[in-house]
């Protein structure tokens, strides 16, 4: 049973800091591209990050290009969302998602699996 569990959301004051994570079991890791999305009430899922299965290729939402960056562990089973420079905009329930692909992916129907998300709040 595949199951990926998200970590390390919580209250930030606006230009702090958080570092999500997400542990990936019941699945060959390393053969998955990973990725980050968001949602905000009455609002789709929006991409937010993704890596490549081996690390080596990276993909970014112009609105976090600069300030977020995705890295995963394949030795860990775990992948990574470091957040600088938050802003109230980025409030959200941040979900980590599994492809069964090489590249990282955009669109969130390329994803085969789906954690349960954790919630990230920045104040004003």
């Known amino acids: 049973q595949v199951q990926l569990v998200e970590s390390g959301g919580g209250l930030v004051q606006a230009g702090g800091s958080l570092r999500l994570s997400c542990a990936a079991s019941g699945l060959t890791f390393s053969s998955y591209a990973m990725g980050w999305f968001r949602r905000t009430p009455g609002k789709e899922r929006e991409f937010v990050s993704a890596i490549s299965k081996s690390g080596g290729a990276t993909k970014y939402a112009d609105s976090v290009k600069g300030r977020f960056t995705i890295s995963r562990d394949n030795a860990k089973n775990m992948v990574y969302l470091q957040m600088n420079s938050l802003k109230p905009e980025d409030t959200a329930i941040y979900y980590c998602?599994?492809?069964?692909?090489?590249?990282?992916?955009?669109?969130?129907?390329?994803?085969?699996?789906w954690g349960q998300g954790t919630q990230v709040t920045v104040s004003s």
């Open positions: 998602g599994a492809r069964l692909s090489v590249v990282p992916g955009a669109l969130y129907n390329e994803y085969n699996y």
